[in-house]
């Protein structure tokens, strides 16, 4: 600034210079410019220490620029690096993530394998052998909705299932026996021992005591022991079982046979599980099948006795004023209408159209029997099946409130009722279509017997009145035919 302010005061000083004295201008400008010298010397020594001052400081800020943009750049060497490495994680992330969706796919499978092994051993084993190996059963099924286990606890369970199905495979070989628990026929429960010979399960009670077949009971994992006729084989399922040396037939069917010989099923077996109310169901359905052959035999023989020609004779006769032929005609012929036809012409001098309800009443009434019986009976036969299926639930539900360990008694009381209402219903509906089969013959009758009557009415109304003398005689027979016709 002081050069500047030097330059100011030289200019200042010129301009005023004039209106001095011209013997003092020398001196003044004299000291003046010393003065100006002297400030522009201290002026250019403080820019030239300024300057040095600048240089010094210059030189170790640019040694720091350069050491700030060397550490960017390893900055930047290192991000590099840190993002590639982040890239590189993220990919072996992804594949790492991958590879357990894979694992657990992979144990998820091998998880439902062992669930559905676990699930559908069951239905493949004897009944018996669940006493063997039912506790880890349950345990695996168990491990699968135990939604608190750890999957390693889960595959400990299961596994250990499958040792155990594999333990008792290479145990079955030849044969295998175990200890458990039977119910006998009746209801009593046995402790003893099983034999299981490939599909065939036997049980010896201790002490000798319930021996026989293994059948599984629905609902209950202690099986039904059934009992065979006194004889070899029960004396072979004894040893057997007792001392694991017997003699036991060749069974190709799997156990079938044996099966189908303690469960025979036969109508006479089914009638016996019945219980009582089946004999008031024999009586009816004895007493609808008698009702329905001799009705069906009456609509044979009535068939066979239907006689066109005689009722052709008939209504000439009446046609030609001869009532007492038609009468005659009425009583010899064995066509029903013919019959009440002239039943009612005998009497018309009393009532013709009495005579003729009368007669037709009578025919109707032989082919009404029966019908009320079959009536009957369809009514009858479902409420007595119905009577069956209380009585039989009442005797399961009596067993149930006092021994819970007869299933097989309870059960009995189910077929008991089953049984009943079936042979009630189909009681009841064989019985309906005869039932209305006899009602349609019977209607039949009724119509061809009511067209035949208004045919006679109207003939003799019209020789009363003198018409059949005057016109021509029309054929009685045809007008009957075209009655029925036109009434069907």
Not at 86 to 108: A, H, M, R, T, Y
Request: proline share 5%.
């Amino acid at each position: 600034m002081r050069p500047f302010t030097l330059a100011g005061c030289l200019l200042g000083l010129a301009a005023g210079a004039p209106a001095q004295e011209p013997a003092a201008a020398p001196s003044t400008m004299t000291r003046v410019s010393g003065s100006a010298g002297k400030e522009l010397a201290l002026s250019i020594q403080e820019l030239n220490r300024l300057r040095e001052q600048i240089a010094a400081e210059k030189q170790p800020l640019a040694q720091e620029l350069t050491s700030l943009e060397e550490k960017l750049t390893q900055l930047r060497r290192d991000h590099e690096k840190v993002t590639r490495l982040v890239d590189e994680g993220n990919l072996e992330v992804s594949k790492i993530k991958g590879e357990i969706k894979l694992w657990q796919d992979e144990l998820n499978y091998v998880g439902n394998l062992l669930d559905e092994y676990a699930r559908t051993f069951e239905s493949k084993v004897n009944v018996s052998e669940l006493q063997y190996c039912g506790q880890a059963l349950e345990t695996a099924k168990q491990a699968t909705e135990n939604t608190t286990l750890a999957m390693s606890e889960r595959f400990t369970r299961q596994t250990a299932f499958v040792d155990l199905t594999v333990k008792r495979l290479f145990d079955a070989i030849g044969g295998m026996r175990f200890p458990g628990v039977g119910v006998d026929p009746q209801g009593a429960v046995a402790n003893g021992q099983f034999a299981l010979i490939g599909p065939v399960a036997v049980f010896q009670g201790e002490g000798g005591g319930a021996t026989g077949l293994v059948v599984p009971q629905s609902g209950s994992t202690r099986p039904l022991i059934r009992a065979l006729d006194d004889g070899p084989l029960q004396a072979g399922i004894a040893s057997l079982v007792g001392g694991g040396d017997g003699l036991m037939p060749l069974d190709p069917s799997r156990g079938g046979a044996l099966k189908e010989l303690v469960q025979k099923t036969n109508l006479l077996h089914i009638f016996e599980k019945g219980g009582p109310i089946m004999w008031p169901l024999l009586f009816a359905s004895i007493l609808a099948l008698g009702t329905v052959l001799e009705r069906l035999l009456f609509l044979t023989r009535e068939k066979f006795k239907r006689d066109p020609k005689a009722l052709d004779r008939f209504f000439k006769a009446v046609a030609t004023g001869d009532h007492q032929g038609a009468a005659n005609a009425g009583r010899t012929s064995k066509f029903f209408v013919v019959r009440a036809l002239g039943y009612a012409v005998a009497h018309k001098e009393l009532s013709l159209e009495s005579g003729l309800l009368y007669a037709q009443a009578l025919e109707m009434k032989r082919f009404r029997r029966g019908i009320p019986v079959l009536d009957t009976v369809i009514t009858l036969a479902p409420l007595l099946g119905l009577l069956g299926t209380v009585t039989g639930m009442m005797a399961s539900f009596s067993i149930i409130g006092g021994e819970l360990s007869a299933p097989g008694a309870i059960t009995g009381g189910i077929a008991e009722a089953l049984i009943a209402t079936a042979f009630g219903l189909g009681i009841a509906i064989t019985a309906v279509i005869p039932f209305n089969f006899l009602n349609a013959r019977m209607e039949e009758a009724r119509h061809e017997m009511e067209s035949a009557a208004a045919q006679l009415e109207l003939m003799i109304r019209a020789s009363a009145a003198g018409v059949a003398a005057s016109a021509p005689a029309p054929d009685p027979a045809a007008r009957y035919k075209h009655f029925e016709t036109v009434s069907r």
